[in-house]
């Protein structure tokens, strides 16, 4: 059975960092391609960053600007987003997902089989 959970949201005032962590299990997680998502209040689910199996590649949103940074740890079956530069736009559910997918990693929905429950970030202005 595959887990997939998300940690380490929370309350954080603009300007500030969170660490969101994503653990995987019940599948060769080395083998995955992963990808951060988020989805806000009344608005659509959005990728956010996501990176190769092997974390050689990355790729992020327009809207990241530079402020995120993904990685992950294959020893570990964990995955990483570092949000630094919080703006209250920035407030959403996290979530993150595996995908098998063979090629570079992607930013859209269909390609992810495996789904986590998320994480909540709240930025106070």
């Known amino acids: 059975q595959v887990q997939v959970i998300e940690s380490g949201g929370g309350l954080v005032q603009t300007g500030g960092s969170v660490r969101l962590s994503c653990t995987a299990s019940g599948l060769s997680f080395g083998d995955y391609m992963m990808v951060w998502f988020r989805q806000a209040p009344g608005k659509e689910r959005e990728g956010v960053s996501c990176i190769t199996w092997s974390g050689d590649t990355t790729d992020y949103a327009d809207f990241v600007k530079g402020r995120f940074t993904i990685s992950r740890d294959n020893v570990k079956n964990t995955l990483y987003l570092q949000l630094n530069s919080l703006e209250p736009e920035d407030t959403a559910m996290y979530y993150c997902?595996?995908?098998?997918?063979?090629?570079?990693?992607?930013?859209?929905?269909?390609?992810?089989?495996?789904w986590g429950q998320g994480t909540q970030v709240t930025v106070s202005s």
């Open positions: 997902a595996a995908g098998s997918y063979g090629g570079s990693c992607s930013l859209h929905a269909v390609f992810y089989n495996y």
